[in-house]
């Protein structure tokens, strides 16, 4: 054992050594003339030149990944690349992968996509309930205001099928079966109208839709909830009696939600519950889809994705349209392009023939990943632009060197409270790494346009000029109020830290469009347990390690400890395993070996296991790449597996 990345404590003592793979910076640019050849080394002229070389080949079916890590500057020029230089939309990012169905399911009911909250109001509130939601591992600055908010005398609910260290915080845990969410959704709905205590003044003023609603929530009763979602018809009527009741109330969801083959209809059940109580649009109560990554929200905001301009304005609107095409002196095809599950999808049918991939690592993020591979190794083109050496850039023709956009680069981030802040370098990058937003000017300047931006308050204030959501926010201003959160339309005055307050006004005209129920339905996971493939597997985060674990494994931490499958005690005894005993996990799309975990947090028949160690464990050898219509994101929790003891001889 290395000494510094392997596990540690009591519990692993005596098992084999399982060393996370560390990755180091990239430092100098790579490229190379086949597949077949080693990469070698190349000067940014070289690299530069053959990444327009390639590009320009492939015009009519290129597609960009931008990084939801990197600043809001970088998002906006890596689309504007996209837009203007290749001439498509066919741009996005790992959005895609988490809360693609929060904005869909958001856009629809209330016209905007963003959570509807401040963080602090989540202090100021009497009830939290946290959703499919590990915040106390995934977001754990967010949930510094949870418990600032439970300090205050707000209560807590936690719904999750495991007994998260969130969960462990609530006064009720609610442990649903995987995939139960609307039955559990709409079950608390119907109670709340036949207890009486829908907001009908609200539901009257603000909404449209209820009497389907009400009507299609009917057959939910608590019993039938009981028996779909396996939680005590009690529980659920409490949640549903706290929530109606409570004065202020915040429901705080994040990818127990959205990674379902019906995301979408997930988030939607969840909003119906605040158009029928009144929650949304007031100081204190509210929708908070936790984002993911440090900037998902504000690669979104920038454009980054296939059917936004900046400023989350629709390409299919002429008008807004033309004031773009004025502004880049270009002009922009009338259509959606494809999103990230689609361009995976074009790589098979031929649409797509090269990408270029700044600072995402599909190869290893994608559900079904050994079929990701194969649709990236089958590109005629791949460049990727990122900070280390991924299993993505192993797989390219040119790599570029990027400065981190946390701590080596100036711009701004948006976070999951839609507020922009302003980021600064403070370390010098490593070798010859060059910031994101220059290498892509370098690439447009090649292909025939030429951008100059002196820095990165220049990009910013080319938005502004084109996103009244951000118009009134010039760099000054956000370094004077910390931060700022759209809309933010003028330059001298502030709007409230929550959205949709119009909805409450007296003045019909001033409400303006109505938020409408969203009519879904039930709807179980795609992949089936049965008698071959009895256990389901959700997959998801621990503290300690951060998604593909390319920036969180080179770093020594006595709380890593490598890739597990979990189980319940007493799955564990009735397969006769034991704790660090590798076993056999098998899907119906791959098998990989992991030593066993025992939680007392799961319940028979689940097992959870996490995406941070997939060189060592590809736990996306076993998800299902099962999408949602709507928002194009996989059924990244729920997957039907079985686990095989080992022979004998194959135990070390
Ligand atoms: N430490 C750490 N923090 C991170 C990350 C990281 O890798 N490490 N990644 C960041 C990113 S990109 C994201 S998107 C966020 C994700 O943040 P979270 O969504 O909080 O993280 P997950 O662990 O993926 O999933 C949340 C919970 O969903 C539950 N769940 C599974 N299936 C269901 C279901 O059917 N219904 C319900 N109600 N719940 C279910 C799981 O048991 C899990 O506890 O975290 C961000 N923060
Ligand atoms: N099984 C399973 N799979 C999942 C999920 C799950 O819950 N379960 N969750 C999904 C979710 S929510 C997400 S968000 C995805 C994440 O999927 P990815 O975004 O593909 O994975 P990351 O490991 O976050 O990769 C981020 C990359 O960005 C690079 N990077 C960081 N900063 C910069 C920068 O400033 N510039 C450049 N150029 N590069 C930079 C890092 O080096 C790293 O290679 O995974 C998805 N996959
Ligand atoms: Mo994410």
């Known amino acids: 054992m290395s000494g510094t990345n392997g596990p540690r404590g009591q519990a692993t003592k005596g098992r084999r050594d399982r060393v996370p793979k560390t990755y180091t910076r990239l430092t100098h640019p790579l490229v190379r003339d086949?597949?077949?050849?080693?990469?070698?080394?190349?000067?940014?002229?070289?690299?530069?030149?053959?990444?327009?070389?390639?590009?320009?080949?492939?015009?009519?079916?290129?597609?960009?990944?931008?990084?939801?890590?990197?600043?809001?500057?970088m998002n906006y020029v890596a689309q504007k690349f996209a837009r203007v230089v290749m001439g498509t939309h066919n741009v996005d990012s790992c959005n895609r992968t988490c809360h693609a169905p929060s904005v869909a399911g958001l856009s629809a009911a209330f016209g905007s996509g963003g959570g509807t909250s401040s963080y602090e109001e989540v202090e100021h509130t009497d009830l939290i309930v946290m959703w499919g939601s590990n915040a106390r591992f995934a977001h754990p600055i967010?949930?510094?205001?949870?418990?600032?908010?439970?300090?205050?005398?707000?209560?807590?609910?936690?719904?999750?099928?495991?007994?998260?260290?969130?969960?462990?915080?609530?006064?009720?845990?609610?442990?649903?079966?995987?995939?139960?969410?609307?039955?559990?959704?709409?079950?608390?709905?119907?109670?709340?109208?036949?207890?009486?205590?829908?907001?009908?003044?609200?539901?009257?003023?603000?909404?449209?839709?209820?009497d389907e609603y009400a009507k299609l929530v009917e057959p939910w009763t608590l019993s039938l909830a009981e028996k779909v979602t396996g939680v005590p018809a009690e529980a659920i009527r409490d949640l549903a009696h706290a929530y109606a009741r409570a004065e202020r109330a915040q429901l705080c969801w994040t990818l127990g939600i959205t990674e379902h083959h019906n995301g979408t209809d997930n988030v939607r059940a969840l909003i119906n519950l605040s158009l029928l109580t009144g929650h949304v649009g007031r100081?204190?109560?509210?929708?908070?889809?936790?984002?993911?990554?440090?900037?998902?929200?504000?690669?979104?905001?920038?454009?980054?994705?296939?059917n936004r301009l900046p400023g989350f304005q629709d390409i299919l609107d002429a008008d807004i349209r033309h004031r773009f095409e004025q502004a880049w002196g270009t002009t922009l095809v009338p259509h959606y392009g494809l999103n990230l599950t689609e361009m995976f999808e074009g790589m098979e049918d031929g649409t797509i023939r090269a990408v270029y991939c700044i600072g995402e690592n599909p190869a290893q993020s994608e559900a079904d990943s050994e079929q990701a591979v194969r649709r990236l190794s089958g590109l005629d083109f791949l460049v990727v632009q990122d900070i280390f050496m991924t299993k993505t850039a192993q797989l390219a023709d040119?790599?570029?060197?990027?400065?981190?956009?946390?701590?080596?680069?100036?711009?701004?981030?948006?976070?999951?409270?839609?507020?922009?802040?302003?980021?600064?370098?403070?370390?010098?990058?490593?070798g010859e790494a060059r910031e994101d937003v220059d290498i892509i000017c370098d690439v447009a300047s090649r292909l025939g346009h030429d951008w100059k931006y002196a820095d990165a308050e220049a990009v910013w204030n080319e938005l502004r000029a084109v996103s009244p959501l951000h118009f009134g926010m010039t760099y000054d201003r956000l370094d004077e109020h910390q931060g700022i959160q759209w809309p933010c339309p003028d330059t001298d005055a502030l709007e409230p830290p929550y959205l949709h307050g119009r909805l409450w006004d007296a003045d019909p005209a001033r409400r303006g469009r109505l938020a409408p129920f969203g009519l879904v339905q039930h709807d179980p996971p795609v992949d089936v347990t049965d008698e071959e493939y009895p256990l389901r597997l959700t997959t998801g985060r621990r503290l300690d390690s951060y998604n593909t674990g390319v920036q969180s494994s080179g770093?020594?931490?006595?709380?890593?400890?490598?890739?597990?499958?979990?189980?319940?005690?007493?799955?564990?005894?009735?397969?006769?395993?034991?704790?660090?005993e590798e076993v056999q996990v098998t899907s119906r799309r791959g098998s990989v070996r992991a030593p066993v975990w025992v939680d007392p947090g799961l319940r028979p028949g689940l097992a959870f296991m996490t995406m941070h160690f997939p060189d060592e464990v590809d736990t996306n050898k076993l998800t299902i790449e099962a999408n949602c219509p709507i928002a194009g994101t996989a059924e990244f929790k729920a997957s039907a597996i079985r686990i095989d003891k080992l022979p004998i001889a194959a135990i070390r």
């Not at 327009?52 to 809001?72: D, I, P, S, Y």
């Not at 799955?571 to 395993?577: E, H, M, S």
């Open 34 to 73: 086949s597949r077949d050849e080693p990469f070698r080394r190349a000067t940014w002229e070289e690299a530069l030149t053959r990444t327009a070389e390639g590009l320009a080949a492939h015009r009519g079916a290129f597609a960009m990944l931008a990084c939801a890590r990197a600043t809001n500057e």
């Open 555 to 580: 770093f020594a931490s006595p709380l890593r400890r490598g890739e597990y499958v979990e189980l319940c005690p007493e799955d564990a005894r009735r397969y006769g395993v034991e704790v660090d």
């Open 283 to 306: 100081y204190g109560s509210g929708l908070q889809p936790l984002r993911g990554q440090n900037n998902v929200q504000g690669g979104g905001d920038m454009g980054a994705i296939p």
């Open 142 to 210: 967010f949930f510094q205001h949870v418990l600032k908010g439970i300090h205050n005398g707000a209560r807590m609910y936690a719904v999750d099928p495991r007994r998260t260290s969130t969960a462990q915080w609530a006064e009720s845990w609610l442990g649903l079966n995987v995939g139960t969410d609307i039955a559990m959704a709409h079950a608390i709905g119907r109670e709340i109208i036949h207890a009486g205590l829908a907001n009908m003044a609200f539901i009257e003023r603000a909404t449209t839709g209820f």
């Open 398 to 430: 040119v790599v570029l060197p990027a400065t981190a956009g946390w701590a080596e680069t100036d711009g701004t981030t948006t976070n999951s409270e839609r507020r922009v802040q302003r980021v600064r370098k403070a370390v010098v990058p490593p």
